[in-house]
């Protein structure tokens, strides 16, 4: 019987992860990388030259507007670290179990979340490796929503 090449794939291991965006420093480099592939553009006018102020944040040198990393995107206003975030998205990602081994109990007012997990999961099960780059791409690009439209969504899904 051959063997499932996707079933078998290794997969990102944790120390992999830990290289690669252990640090806070090496998760605003990757944001960066993934939220201005091409360098700094201005959100508010669309100007490619800035530069980065002491307190982290960008400022556009045509129109001065300020701006952080993590503002416009799904990360806007964490209070939690980067590396918080991407180690979330490497647990999200990287799991092969299913929804009955990873959870015990589902309550259906959570089902539509927990499947729309597992839905993510396995629609790119093909390259388990590029998952949390291709997820953090999705996260740069995915402005912020408001919890009751949040809500909205469970409750429609
Ligand atoms: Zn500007």
């Not at 960008?58 to 975030?85: D, E, K, M, N, V």
Request: hydrophobic share 35%; with cysteine.
């Amino acid at each position: 019987m051959a063997r499932n090449p996707i079933q078998f794939q290794s997969g990102l291991s944790l120390p992999a992860f830990l290289e690669q965006y252990g640090t806070e420093a090496q998760c605003q480099a990757a944001l960066f990388q993934h939220r201005w592939p091409k360098g700094f553009v201005c959100p508010d006018c669309g100007n490619t030259t800035g530069c980065r102020l002491s307190r982290g944040l960008y400022q556009c040198h045509h129109c001065h507007h300020q701006t952080s990393l993590t503002a416009g995107t799904i990360f806007h206003a964490t209070h939690l670290p980067l590396t918080t975030w991407f180690l979330a998205m490497y647990l999200l990602t990287q799991r092969k179990n299913a929804i009955t081994g990873t959870y015990h109990a589902i309550r259906g007012h959570h089902a539509p979340r927990y499947l729309a997990e597992f839905e993510y999961r396995f629609n790119r099960r093909y390259d388990l490796k590029a998952m949390v780059p291709r997820l953090l791409t999705v996260a740069a690009r995915t402005p912020p929503m408001p919890y009751r439209l949040l809500k909205l969504a469970e409750s429609y899904a």
